[in-house]
């Protein structure tokens, strides 16, 4: 599979090209926008791994570009403390982010995170869904945990089915507010983070340590989808 890395930093790109491709992917490097968008158009990349700050053209720009054209998976870069701009790459169409500086382990778990989604994109979710050992019955509206059954609100199903169909994503406040509640009610985020505790009572072993429903701190939610 072939990955576009955009960055203009020279160390990045010494950096994450070698690595990436010493895991098997084919590693193609842009260093501003325009020419991001330009190769996007030309090779049509599996993965796209976009830094924010690019000399050009902004990076949740090149984010709302490349989504007005294709579906390809975008994995942001972001310098620590910039949540306002990866909160804005997410509502743009970005699927996740890694923080600078990140682990090169990490990075590895979203690239492969990001490109199993995209292989799922045109699933219509009917039948089951298995995430760990959490099962959602979509047709019968259930909700197990092994073989137990935990019963949720309707709301609580609407919350847990959103973020396991997007499992390893991170989903912003402003999507999921949006998505369970409508559009007039994504300045009320209290609203989540109640519904988030309560469900979290009753799917986590331990809900003060999560396993599944994890904080991306001022960004979001996400489902762990590396759980053993």
Not at 166 to 178: D, E, N, P, S, W
Not at 188 to 210: N, S
Request: charged share 30%.
């Amino acid at each position: 599979m072939t990955i576009l890395l955009v960055d203009d930093e020279v160390a990045i790109q010494k950096a994450m090209a070698p690595l990436l491709r010493s895991r098997g992917y084919s590693v193609t490097i842009a260093g501003n926008g325009r020419e991001a968008l330009d190769t996007v158009e030309r090779d049509r990349p599996d993965l796209i791994i976009l830094d924010l700050g690019l000399p050009d053209i902004d990076g949740t720009e090149v984010c709302r570009h490349v989504r007005e054209r294709s579906d390809t998976p975008i994995l942001i870069l972001s310098a620590r403390g910039a949540e306002n701009e990866k909160v804005a790459a997410l509502d743009q169409g970005a699927d996740d982010y890694v923080t600078k500086p990140f682990g090169p382990e990490e990075l590895m778990a979203r690239v492969r995170a990001a490109l199993r989604r995209s292989l799922g994109r045109e699933q219509t979710w009917h039948g089951q869904l298995r995430q760990s050992d959490i099962t959602i019955d979509f047709d019968r509206r259930r909700v197990y945990r092994g073989d137990a059954e935990i019963r949720l609100t309707p709301k609580e199903f609407e919350l847990l089915t959103l973020l396991v169909t997007h499992a390893g994503r991170v989903l912003t406040h402003r999507a999921i507010l949006k998505a369970i509640w409508g559009a007039h009610s994504v300045e009320q985020p209290e609203h989540l983070r109640v519904l988030i505790g309560q469900l979290r009572k009753k799917i986590e072993p331990d809900p003060a340590h999560p396993r599944y429903l994890l904080t991306e701190p001022w960004v979001g939610y996400r489902f762990s989808a590396d759980l053993e």
